[in-house]
């Protein structure tokens, strides 16, 4: 039979690169790069051939699933939603709207079918009780934008083809692929940046992105708004602000930098690890650039001090005069707009969790507290829970805990593909339809791309008719609760409808038709500056020295250090072929060298007695688990690194070949009480461990 070629997005990660889909009959047998997407230029990652495990994997579900005892029973979609919409409306009928909770996972920002219509949804059940992947991921970076720009989504990108000096703090594009950067083949992009210029890369660990990058500097975790003010005093030192182009769009910048200044940073290469002689150089560079710009990612925005960060690395790109510039940090201009009227600027502190008393951000609470308002006792105690293709007991702080609190639920419902490690504790599991079955665009990624870029992906090959999209279950499962409550409810139309309402209410002249023209996608250029003319602060103007972070700013100096000289320090990483914790049941992903290790410099190892290769016991405040090292000089002294998404040998979890693959969860090991003050978020990295061998 001869094959045809279907064409759509990779919704695997962010870097939407352009798939070859090849088709005999409706049978889907091989994928390859699209080399006529304009973005990716057939570029593709081991990521994009598994879609053809994930296709044919025998543990994906693909009908409703009812738990009975400790068995699962099929059962119709009509009889699924009544029973959902029933039971979640039962609840809080008894013990109020905050009794049930939801949670998002990451692949909701990879499917239109989830993140355009779970807001109807959430905004039925009308609880606070709302939580999400981005509390353990980029919450720090949507803050700064509200706190600055006036809206979570203004955030700006790398223009990585057109910068000379990239300075990157915490971040491994060339295993993530690019994040909150939106770059396809961003290998490619960063060698030919440092054929023109020059890419410094500042990270505890020598990463494979350090490999190609011009500099390494090793860092030590948490104390990077160390490095980054004593950068800005340099910076300083050689030039006034270069702000010309910013005239009257700025307040508040002579107050953050007079704070900034003041502060002793005599100290910096003890708490940093890099001198200060380093430290002045690379603030000369930065200036001397034609065009520079500052980016920084998962090691910043998961550490204690993950907003101010963000903040200080768009103060440094201000002052250096490459915000909003050609070559610099812009935001996407995206053709259906994620900012402007009608969306949500990123609001905070409207409530605050029940127990703890941190506040909301963007309409959720921190996951960091999701266990402890089931377990507690009490007025608005979380009684039933929805998920949404998320796995928090291998995601989300303290694992274990969470795991103790889903077993206590009167009643759970997942929107999921899997039974999984978290979905194994549910009553009822929804899994959607393939998405190469449905309409969908990328809302979110196109807007953090780092070109002006638009796809339509339309569906590829027909659904079952047992089958439902994930728009049409959260439209059912809407309806069924409305009418169980007896609330209003109105069903959204289907995604092609949507996305066409989304382009008019862009600015960009595209439409439906257009994208459906261009099966490869279209390239509408470079970024360009817009960001002064998009502003949505109060003031019209870009704050630089919001209250928030002033205070945060004002705290973090007059800390006090304090460590355990016995405590190392750990972070996380992610392979090429790794994506969080639900890509390991893909023998395309899984097979080959063992990637579960946790990584020791030989001085450390050295000096606990440990043999390369030893098990030994990794233990933090909150658990301890049994790992295999490594013995690793990709590795800062003080610094050991294991892998996030792994301990796939829960009992009952439906997954058999991602429970052959070995490794432990490291959030068997991090601390909900380790946060980002202003923003909430999980301080995964820099968490204090201790290796101990076994007796």
Not at 102 to 126: C, Q, S
Not at 250 to 266: S, Y
Request: aromatic fraction near 6%; include cysteine.
């Amino acid at each position: 039979m001869s094959r045809t070629s279907r064409f759509r997005a990779c919704p695997l990660c962010e870097a939407i690169c352009g798939l070859d889909l090849q088709y005999e009959g409706d049978t889907l047998t091989a994928i390859r790069g699209d080399d006529a997407d304009p973005f990716s230029r057939g570029h593709i990652c081991p990521k994009g051939n598994a879609i053809l495990d994930l296709e044919a994997d025998p543990d994906r579900l693909r009908q409703p699933m009812r738990r009975v005892g400790s068995d699962w029973q099929a059962i119709g979609w009509d009889e699924a939603f009544a029973l959902a919409g029933e039971k979640l409306a039962t609840i809080q009928q008894a013990h109020g709207a905050a009794a049930v909770a939801t949670y998002l996972g990451n692949p909701n920002v990879h499917h239109f079918g989830h993140i355009a219509y779970l807001p109807a949804l959430l905004k039925a059940l009308r609880s606070p009780n709302v939580y999400s992947a981005s509390s353990v991921d980029q919450w720090p970076h949507q803050l700064v934008g509200a706190q600055m720009y006036g809206h979570q989504f203004l955030l700006p990108i790398p223009d990585v083809d057109r910068c000379d000096y990239f300075l990157m703090l915490g971040a491994n594009p060339v295993a993530s692929n690019g994040s909150l950067m939106t770059a396809p083949g961003i290998a490619k992009r960063l060698k030919a940046l440092t054929t023109r210029g020059k890419l410094v890369l500042i990270d505890p660990r020598r990463t494979d992105t350090a490999a190609i990058a011009s500099e390494h500097h090793f860092i030590r975790p948490g104390s990077d708004a160390w490095f980054l003010v004593a950068l800005l005093q340099q910076m300083h030192k050689l030039s006034p602000p270069r702000v010309a182009a910013y005239d009257g769009k700025l307040t508040g910048l002579d107050e953050a930098l007079a704070a900034i200044i003041a502060i002793d940073t005599r100290d910096v290469a003890q708490r940093t690890g890099i001198s200060a002689a380093d430290i002045a150089r690379i603030a000369g560079d930065f200036l001397a650039a034609p065009r520079a710009v500052a980016y920084g990612r998962m090691g910043l925005s998961t550490q204690a001090h993950g907003t101010l960060c963000q903040w200080l690395l768009q103060l440094m790109n201000l002052v250096s005069g490459n915000l909003d510039r050609e070559g610099g940090a812009l935001p996407n201009d995206a053709v259906i707009p994620l900012t402007g009227p009608g969306t949500s600027p990123g609001q905070r502190a409207r409530w605050h969790s029940r127990v703890r008393g941190l506040p909301e951000f963007a309409g959720e609470l921190p996951v960091a507290v999701l266990a402890e308002e089931m377990l507690t006792p009490g007025d608005g105690q979380v009684r039933a829970l929805l998920t949404c293709a998320g796995n928090p007991v291998l995601s989300t702080p303290d694992g274990r805990e969470l795991e103790r609190a889903l077993t206590q639920l009167e009643f759970y419902v997942a929107i999921d593909i899997y039974i999984n490690e978290t979905t194994r504790h549910a009553d009822l599991i929804l899994p959607p339809a393939s998405p190469l079955t449905q309409h969908h665009y990328d809302l979110i990624f196109n807007t953090f791309a780092v070109r002006r870029v638009a796809r339509l992906n339309m569906p590829t090959r027909e659904r079952d008719e047992s089958e439902r999209g994930d728009w049409e279950i959260v439209n059912g499962l809407g309806a069924a609760y409305a009418a169980a409550s007896g609330k209003p409810w109105q069903s959204l139309p289907p995604p092609r409808v949507l996305i066409a309402a989304g382009l008019k209410r862009g600015n960009s002249g595209l439409t439906i038709e257009d994208l459906e023209n261009a099966p490869h996608g279209l390239d509408l250029g470079p970024l360009r500056p817009t960001l002064l003319t998009r502003l949505e602060t109060v003031s019209g103007k870009i704050e630089c020295a919001p209250t928030l972070l002033m205070t945060e700013l004002a705290a973090f100096a007059a800390a006090t250090p304090h460590s355990d000289a016995n405590a190392l320090h750990l972070i996380g990483r992610r392979d090429v072929r790794s994506n969080n914790s639900w890509m390991h049941n893909a023998p395309r992903l899984v097979k080959g060298k063992a990637r579960h290790q946790l990584f020791i410099h030989p001085d450390d190892a050295g000096a606990r007695k440990l043999s390369d290769g030893a098990r030994v016991r990794l233990r933090s405040r909150v658990g301890a688990v049994l790992v295999d090292i490594q013995f690793s000089d990709e590795m800062m002294p003080g610094v050991v690194c294991l892998p996030h998404g792994f301990g796939h040998q829960r009992e009952d979890s439906h997954l058999q070949r991602a429970r052959e693959v070995v490794g432990e969860s490291y959030n068997d090991l991090s601390d909900p009480l380790l946060l980002d003050g202003p923003s909430g978020n999980a301080a995964l990295n820099g968490l204090p461990v201790w290796v101990e061998a076994l007796a």
